[in-house]
Nanobody
């Protein structure tokens, strides 16, 4: 499974960006998908995820209410809509997927088998 992340860029605080993650699979049903980010000098952290059943979405507290994760199976692509961006959102964003991820482990990056290459988001004040 190959993932290709795109959509990053340099924006001002308050702006909007939409990240995309295209997958190589014809059908991505049954995969848990997630977004993680890594700021300079920091550990990679969980941002958002959709569980394997698609029944639930989860968000880090720092992005709740501003970011939305979604999935379009027809396009085998999932997205991270980022609104009201803040300078602290600056990071390399990674998409990830896994077909066997336990629902309770959605925020554990080590549990995801497939990763995109990362896309840089820079938010200036």
């Amino acid at each position: 499974v190959q993932l290709q992340a795109s959509g990053g860029g340099s924006v001002q605080a308050g702006a909007t960006l939409r990240l995309s993650c295209a997958t190589s699979e014809r059908s991505f049903r049954g995969y848990a998908v997630g977004w993680f980010r890594q700021a300079p000098g920091k550990e990679r952290e969980f941002v958002a995820a959709i569980t394997r059943t698609g029944a639930a979405t989860h968000y880090a507290d720092s992005v709740k209410g501003r970011f939305t994760i979604s999935f379009d199976n027809a396009k085998s692509t999932f997205y991270l809509q980022m609104n009201s961006l803040k300078p602290e959102d600056t990071a390399v964003y990674y998409c990830a997927a896994d077909k066997h991820l336990l629902t309770s482990l959605y925020s554990a990056d080590a549990q995801y088998d497939y990763w995109g290459q990362g896309t840089l988001v820079t938010v200036s004040s």
